[in-house]
């Protein structure tokens, strides 16, 4: 099978995670010209998606004061980063969506933790609309993206990481995580292969 089976629209959905003002903009990604390559192919892969007819599907972080558990509390103070202020914080820009946004009738789900199927009903909804496969784009790829696309392996999707449009906040990780990705639980492809497989 080619790429264009594996990723057929009616069992495919562009899942894309975290494509947020703080991890695009915020602190070491403020200068990031990886970062900002990766936003721009998402922006083109989602519209690719929709031209297509593959659902895009946003998964984003959004963190409350009634979500700063204990746990979480001591791990920043032995990390030396509990007095940073918290990402993604419900109300703030740092929330808010940058690069490809949802549009009418997209489903985005809100999560608390790395991985986007903790908590969010996100595996429901997918298997309700018949996919089981998985096109994956966001930020950043060594931490919610690693997290999410190794839970979908182990619920029995397919996934395939659209390269060019994940990142990290360094080139060596980037090539870290997606090698260890492909060599675990994914396949990679380009932006470019990917709108092909989709002839856009």
């Known amino acids: 099978m080619s790429l264009k089976d594996w990723i057929a629209p009616g069992r495919t959905a562009l899942l ?6 703080d991890f695009a903009q915020g602190g070491d990604a403020r200068n990031n010209s990886d970062i900002q390559a ?7 892969l989602a519209a690719a998606a929709r031209a ?3 659902p895009c599907v946003f998964v984003r972080l959004v963190t409350r004061p ?9 791990w920043k103070k032995r990390r030396g980063t509990d007095k940073d202020e918290p990402l ?5 820009r740092g929330a808010d969506f940058v690069g490809p946004r949802p549009q009418g009738g997209e489903m985005v789900f809100s999560k608390s933790r790395y991985n986007g199927f903790a908590g969010t009903g996100l595996d429901a909804a997918l298997r309700g609309a018949g996919i089981d496969t998985l096109v994956v784009a966001g930020l950043t ?3 919610c993206i690693d997290s999410t696309v190794r839970d979908a392996f182990e619920r029995d999707y397919h ?3 659209a390269s060019d449009a994940t990142a990290c906040n360094a080139p060596d990780l980037q090539k870290a995580a997606l090698k260890a990705l492909a ?6 492809a380009s932006t470019a292969d990917i709108r092909a497989a989709w002839n856009i």
């Not at 060599?183 to 990679?188: D, E, F, G, P, R």
């Open 38 to 44: 990766a936003v721009r192919q998402a922006e083109i």
């Open 141 to 143: 790829t060594e931490c």
């Open 16 to 21: 894309l995670v975290d494509m947020q003002v």
């Open 66 to 74: 009634q979500d700063d558990t204990a746990f979480l509390a001591e």
């Open 159 to 161: 996934v395939v990481v």
């Open 183 to 188: 060599l675990n639980c994914a396949s990679l």
């Open 88 to 92: 993604c914080r419900e109300g703030t």
């Open 52 to 54: 297509a007819n593959v």
